[in-house]
């Protein structure tokens, strides 16, 4: 059975990516997603923030250093230094001592001085970089033309940093995400990740204060980035497409490669189970696959768009009558 795959010019042993997070946030954990069997990893993101040091103006408004304006310069200054310097540390360390390809992180949400990071994500031994762009509106006079152009934009001073892949990782919330994906592509990204799952914000009725809702995705979420997938394959678009959110079984891997993905990430599902569970879900692929007759994944990758129907089901978002009928 062979699982070998390609990923941003990757060659990837199978299709599994353990996607960015706190548990790719150190080596120890870094080592044991290489001895579980993923094909590569993603670190978790470094904030833009970190990079430029803009925790600055949060240090001035505490108490402490609001009377000693330079202590707050200097405490800023270290931190700064520090978050580039244990980011590109552990890119280096995780490269040099694990065999899969680790893809650094970055979380930016504008086109600043700070893209000039990426050059040395690239140096420390990074074999991709994913930008995780969650750009959200400010107010209701921004278009989304506006928000996209920054997408863009990012991208494109990126590019001109570094010689290894960009991939974006997008959330859902664009009216056409096939058009921003057209858009990432001409600017020069290889890939796309869909979907990134982000914060979500809810409410204690009894305390009556936010809560930190729903931090884990459950299995049932993987209809959202199926569709997705789907739709970027049938456009050719031309980006590599990683697919997640909702992956917690081989059954979430194999839907996502029968849609069109080229590699799948995982993350709740190994909160919830083990880095172990990651073998678990290899086996069942290579299980469904020897069941199917399949030798490589090119064998079914994309199959099921292979009849017309059903790729315009993918475009069916209202329900008809017909589809409760047995
Ligand atoms: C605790 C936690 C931390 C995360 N940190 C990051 C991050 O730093 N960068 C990023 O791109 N995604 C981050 N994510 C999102 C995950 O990479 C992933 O896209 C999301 O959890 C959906 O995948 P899943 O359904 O397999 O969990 C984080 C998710 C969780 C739960």
């Known amino acids: ?7 941003l010019g990757l060659d990837l042993k199978n299709p599994l990516i353990v996607s960015s997070s706190n548990l790719t946030g150190e080596l120890e954990q870094i080592q044991a997603i290489g001895k579980a069997g993923a094909a590569a990893l993603v670190v978790k993101s470094i904030f833009e923030e970190q990079i430029t040091g803009d925790s600055r103006h949060q240090l001035l408004q505490k108490e402490e250093y609001f009377w000693f304006k330079d202590a707050a310069d200097v405490v800023d200054t270290l931190q700064k230094a520090r978050s580039v310097q244990l980011h590109t540390r552990l890119i280096n360390e995780a490269s040099r001592q694990i065999q899969i390809p680790v893809i650094a992180s970055i979380n930016c949400v504008s086109n600043g001085n700070w893209v000039s990071y990426a050059h040395q994500v690239e140096q420390a031994g990074a074999s991709a970089l994913e930008l995780n762009m969650g750009i959200f509106p400010k107010d209701q006079y921004q278009s989304g033309k506006d928000i996209e152009d920054v997408y863009v934009d990012i991208v494109k001073s990126i590019v001109h940093q570094v010689k290894i892949p960009v ?6 919330y664009f009216t056409n995400p096939l058009n921003i994906g057209k858009k990432l592509k001409e600017a020069g990204a290889q890939g796309v990740v869909l979907f990134n799952r982000y914060y979500q914000t809810d409410i204690d009725i009894h305390q009556m204060k936010l809560l930190n809702g729903h931090i884990y995705s459950t299995a049932a979420e993987i209809t959202l980035p199926l569709r997705w997938v789907a739709l970027f394959q049938r456009e050719k678009i031309g980006l590599d497409i990683s697919a997640s959110t ?16 080229d590699t799948v990430q995982v993350n709740s599902v190994l909160y919830h189970k083990g880095i172990e569970f990651i073998s678990h879900i290899l086996g069942g692929l290579t299980d469904w696959m020897q069941e199917k007759g399949y030798e490589h994944i090119d064998d079914f990758k994309g199959a099921i768009l292979k009849d017309p129907m059903n790729q ?5 978002i209202q329900f008809m009558k017909r589809n409760f009928e047995v």
Not at 1 to 7: E, H, W
Not at 167 to 172: C, I
């Open 246 to 261: 909702g992956v917690h079984n081989a059954s979430g891997l194999i839907k996502q490669l029968l849609a069109g993905a």
């Open 312 to 316: 315009t089901a993918f475009e069916r």
């Open 1 to 7: 059975m062979n699982l070998n795959c390609k990923y």
């Open 167 to 172: 991939s974006v990782k997008l959330g859902h």
